[in-house]
């Protein structure tokens, strides 16, 4: 396209690309990978994966991580949106070494990394584009391109703008000319250069080879307003912020033979792409695509809200993308996540599914690994944000609570692993309240007759002072005397000799003392509880 014609339809000062490729040079990095969300307001779990990857491939590799803004649909713009996606990359310990750290501000030599403030960028591409003859504008209305998908539905053909479809595809530069000189709208479009029914295998680091057919369909790389696809967009931007290796989600895999001849009509040399299968999960037996609209555990916000501590999310959530994983954690139980060397070639690629059983064990292991005065802190900041009143409990209780969360937990080789999820705690502890605790009869392993019978034995025994190990001495000592055996094989062998056995007598106890059928270890309750309390919940029984 001729000089004059180029600058009529896209502007004069548009810089050449040599001009940002002087600005934007080679990185010395060998790895660098970029996370690159719209902001929608919804922070998908897959796009926490699809953070989650390139920052620890990129980390562990000395290389850079960037967070790209992509902000050019203008109308799914949301306010506070950027600030989420910022905060969430933040809760999870993503800490890109480029881009925005705020709306408003952002760090690195590469950017702007907002999409909306690059249209210099994408501008000079668009008029190399022109000058080569591998984009021109389009001048078709929305309704003459709605009737082009009529007829190519009616026709049961492909619907897109490509063949004959193509209108503008070879307008004569006098009938651009002639559009511009009345004022007629466009937009731009890239000519492609593939054909359909020819095929090639297109290189994807997690998947290999994948077949697929050349793009023949003149996609739009510039709108009306101004803006770029995010085709376009990205193949300059991932080409001038140096990005070597895209890591996105699986959706996109199929414009793959498009991005490549963007990178090749441009001369640049793609970057390496890996994509992510996304997350399903089980409905009715069939595996599905997680919903946005119907599955809650869609958005990360859900995680939080219940309550997993965000180590252990983001442990899951690499373990989800990349199974090997699980071998490393186990081989190296202390060893930090960073540790771990993340190979793309063993991401996941038929995609996982969401095991929420897998999710609380790993919760529960990094719980276990909290001291109380540690798990006491985090309590208390999810509190604040998501059960007010649990918030003010844990304020006015500070000191017992703690004594209630170090039970097998501080100073014990086996930690307690029954608490997976922040917001069931507080119902775990809720015996140790007045208020809130109950018993059921139901639960006495003997009649309550006997029940009676063993209390009246065992009350005037109790010794608030005693030591874990008398007091379970006077326990068995007091249920022999009453008729207990000691264990259910001396029962077993004269079973008309015993009321029942010793284990029976410690659940008559452990009702009486915390509502429940099973607790942690009881000495430990009753000591929190103190000698009047005890002795209290002790003689309701009777
Ligand atoms: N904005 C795109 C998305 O959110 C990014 C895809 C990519 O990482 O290139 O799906």
């Known amino acids: 396209m001729k000089k004059e014609l180029v600058e009529r339809l896209i502007g004069k000062d548009v810089k050449d690309l040599s ?29 926490m994966i699809a953070a989650v990857i390139p920052e620890r491939f990129a980390h562990k590799n000395n290389g850079v991580f960037m967070l ?80 082009a998908r009529k007829e190519q539905t009616a026709l049961k053909m492909r619907p897109g703008y490509y063949g004959k479809w193509a209108k503008y595809r070879n307008a004569p530069e006098e009938l651009i000319e002639k559009l511009l000189d009345e004022g007629k709208p466009y937009i731009f479009r890239f000519r492609a250069g593939g054909e359909w029914d020819k095929k090639r295998y297109f290189d994807d680091v997690t998947k290999g080879k994948v077949l697929m057919p050349e793009n023949d369909i003149d996609i739009v790389i510039m709108k009306s307003d101004g803006l770029p696809t995010y085709h376009f967009a990205h193949a300059i931007d991932d080409h001038f912020m140096r990005t ?24 640049w040399t793609p970057p390496k792409y890996a994509h992510i299968a996304p997350i399903q999960k089980l409905d009715d037996g069939n ?80 719980i276990a690994t909290l001291s109380s005065s540690e798990l006491y802190d985090r309590l208390l900041i999810w509190a604040e944000q998501y059960d007010e009143k649990l918030a003010k409990k844990l304020k006015e209780n500070k000191d017992y609570i703690k ?34 605790f109950s018993f059921d009869k139901k639960d006495f392993p003997v009649s309550e007759e006997f029940v009676k019978e063993i209390l009246n034995a065992y009350i005037p025994t109790y010794n ?11 326990v068995k000592e007091t249920a022999a005397k009453s008729g207990y055996a000691k264990n259910a094989k001396e029962k077993d062998k004269d079973p008309e000799a015993y009321k029942g056995t010793v284990s029976d007598v410690a659940t008559i106890l452990r009702v009486l003392i915390t509502g429940r059928t099973q607790s942690p270890d009881l000495y430990a309750i009753m000591q929190i509880l103190g000698k009047d309390e005890t002795l209290k919940r002790l003689k309701a029984g009777l």
């Not at 925005?100 to 950017?111: I, Q």
């Not at 946005?292 to 690499?318: H, M």
């Open 19 to 47: 001009f940002w490729e002087e600005k934007f040079p080679q990185r010395s990095a060998g790895i660098v990978t970029r996370v690159a969300p719209s902001p929608t307001g919804f922070m998908h779990i897959g796009n």
């Open 68 to 147: 790209r803004i992509e902000d050019t649909d203008t109308k799914r713009k949301v306010d506070g949106a950027v600030d989420l996606v910022i905060s969430s990359l933040n809760d999870f310990g993503i800490v890109p070494d480029e881009g925005p750290v705020s709306e408003t501000k952002e760090v690195g030599n590469y950017g702007p990394y907002f999409q909306s403030q690059r249209t210099d960028i994408y501008k000079s591409g668009i008029k190399y584009l022109l000058e080569n003859d591998l984009g021109y504008p389009c001048f078709c209305t929305e309704e003459e391109l709605d009737q």
């Open 244 to 267: 070597t290796h895209v890591i996105r989600g699986d959706e996109w895999l199929a414009s793959l033979p498009l991005h490549i001849q963007l990178f090749e009509a441009f001369g």
């Open 287 to 366: 595996r599905r695509k997680l919903s946005k609209r119907k599955d809650p555990e869609a958005n990360i916000s859900y995680y939080f809200e219940q309550g997993y501590p965000v180590e252990a999310i983001k442990e899951y959530l690499i373990n989800l993308a990349n199974s090997n994983f699980e071998d490393f954690k186990k081989a190296n139980p202390v060893n930090p996540i960073e540790n771990f060397d993340f190979k793309l070639e063993n991401l996941n690629n038929s995609g996982a599914l969401l095991d929420f059983k897998k999710l609380d064990n790993i919760s529960k292991e990094f």
């Open 403 to 436: 004594s209630i969360l170090a039970i097998e937990r501080d100073g014990v080789e086996k930690v307690r692993k029954d608490f997976y999820i922040l917001s069931k705690i507080n119902e775990e502890i809720s015996f140790f309240f007045n208020d809130e």
């Open 464 to 474: 608030h002072s005693a030591n874990k190990e008398e007091w379970f001495e006077n």
